[in-house]
């Protein structure tokens, strides 16, 4: 489908879901980043690609630079403008909207390029640090912010256009990007209770990465304690630890999220998003997502006009 672009194999899972994004370097097929600006990605395939909403499965730190307008991430407006930071994260919805005088810095990278080599304490601390860097997805910088964000980013497009596709090369990427997200950490990420040890930190990240994978099959709190090899009561304390949050109500969260995304992006009717999600009955369904999203999913899919009719 991508003649010359980046990464923009797509797959959907059927005529009406979001589209899934690739990542795939052209210049690089191995490396797992890529700075770039935003008129180059939109410039790399035909416009009709950025038409629907997407899933991409890699993360987009995007650094607006000039002009203002719209960005959509999940089933939100963006306003962007000089300054704003969005970070779309692997699963998350986002579309890019055509014809606007905007320009960005951006930069997509891959989970598995961050310190693949790293300990398992590290990689869950980075882990926890890559969650929490941009509060609520999208921020504007403040001038001391954005001067020290813009000049990490400098350096890393330096070091990438300077880039051999070796590990050296690679090594200092990842090493550049580590400065980049720590750099926005040390001014907008959240800080670690005192209290959350190694042990919790690494059991609520489990925790999460399973519930992604399988939210649609089960909303047991013991399920997902067995898969991740933990007791329940240990999750619980972890994930309270971690966000002030119980396993359930994190289970339920995101899968209001997930019926929330469908029923904004895509025209599946009630029945057959009721089914993806694993709900039995589709009455079932909307008890659940009046109960959690305050109101009935057609009422909820009637603010959002660009979704097909199902």
């Known amino acids: 489908m991508v003649k010359n672009g980046h990464a923009c194999a797509v797959k959907g899972l059927s005529e009406q879901s979001i589209f899934g994004v690739e990542y795939n370097n052209p210049k690089f097929p191995k490396l797992g980043i ?16 950025f038409a629907s909403p997407q899933r991409p499965g890699f993360h987009l730190l995007i650094l607006f630079t000039a002009g203002s307008g719209d960005h959509f991430l999940d089933f939100r407006r963006v306003r962007c403008k000089a ?10 919805v986002q579309q890019f909207v055509l014809g606007q005088k ?50 990490v980013m400098s350096a890393i497009k330096r070091a990438y256009h300077k880039a051999d596709g070796s590990k050296l090369s690679a090594a200092i990427l990842q090493h550049l990007l580590y400065a980049m997200l720590l750099t926005i950490a040390g001014y907008y990420g959240k ?27 089960t909303r047991i709190v013991e399920d997902y304690a067995e898969a991740i090899g933990c007791s329940a009561k240990s999750l ?20 209001i999220l997930e019926a929330k995304r469908l029923l904004a992006h895509t025209g599946l009717t009630v029945e057959a998003i009721a089914a993806e999600l694993g709900f039995s009955e589709p009455t079932n369904f909307v008890k659940f997502f009046r109960r ?12 959002f006009p660009g979704a097909q009719s199902g």
């Open 34 to 49: 890529e700075p770039l600006r935003l008129s180059d990605l939109l410039g790399r395939v035909s416009p009709s690609h």
């Open 83 to 92: 300054g704003t930071l969005v970070h779309a994260r692997p699963g998350q």
């Open 102 to 151: 905007l320009e960005a810095d951006i930069l997509l990278f891959t989970s598995e390029f961050i310190f693949p080599g790293s300990s398992a304490a590290d990689g869950a601390a980075f882990g926890t640090l890559i969650d929490d860097i941009v509060p609520e997805d999208v921020t504007d910088l403040r001038p001391d912010a954005l001067e020290s964000v813009v000049s």
């Open 191 to 217: 800080s670690d209770a005192p209290s959350m040890t190694d042990s919790h930190r690494r059991t609520f990240r489990r925790f999460r990465r399973a519930v992604d994978a399988k939210f649609a099959q």
């Open 236 to 255: 619980r304390r972890a994930c309270t630890m971690a966000c002030g949050s119980s396993p359930k109500a994190l289970i339920e969260q995101r899968l």
């Open 292 to 303: 959690h999203g305050g109101m009935r999913p057609l009422d909820f899919r009637a603010k």
